[in-house]
């Protein structure tokens, strides 16, 4: 999935929000199957346990049927046709999640490879602002970073400057 490239910085990045809202020991459900991020949430503390790579479109079962004190959902929702069900039926009383924003300068992600690795949103963070407060949660704090890479071209030149990434914290109204 990472093609030979390592997310430093946006690991950098959530665990830095991440122990910021959240204290050690907290127990986690993490959207998504264990990924390179998962041993770094334990390293910091965090009791984490993940979902089981079902699709959360049809099966929301994962979120419903758990005891935890918070939902992660690292760069999960983007890749839902429906997260605002997740989003609705989660038991937890608080969520730290994140999305890819949307680019004006470049279309929407999707593997040639890989049918799980496409984004079917890519979120302006208004509207990932509305998604969640339609389901009920109070964005608590946010953040936004850049995603440079090392190429040359114009469309790099711009990934300095236009944030790529939308983290928040989130309590259940």
Not at 10 to 26: C, E, I, N
Not at 29 to 57: A, C, R, S
Request: aromatic share 16%; hydrophobic share 40%.
């Amino acid at each position: 999935m990472y093609e030979n490239t390592y997310p430093n910085k946006r690991y950098k990045h959530t665990a830095s929000f991440l122990q910021t809202h959240l204290p050690k020991g907290t127990k986690i459900l993490d959207l998504g199957v264990p990924n390179p991020f998962t041993p770094i949430l334990k390293e910091l503390g965090y009791n984490v346990q993940n979902t089981k790579g079902e699709d959360l479109d049809f099966n929301i079962e994962a979120v419903t049927n758990n005891q935890v004190d918070a939902v992660t959902a690292f760069e999960i929702f983007e890749h839902l046709l429906n997260p605002f069900s997740v989003l609705q039926n989660i038991k937890a009383t608080k969520l730290v999640a994140s999305v890819p924003l949307r680019l004006w300068f470049s279309a929407a992600y999707k593997s040639k490879t890989d049918m799980w690795d496409r984004h079917y949103h890519e979120f302006e963070d208004w509207q990932f602002d509305w998604l969640l407060e339609k389901t009920g949660w109070q964005i608590m704090a946010r953040e936004k970073w850049t995603n440079p890479t090392k190429k040359i071209g114009f469309r790099p030149l711009l990934r300095n400057f236009t944030p790529r990434y939308y983290i928040v914290y989130a309590e259940r109204v």
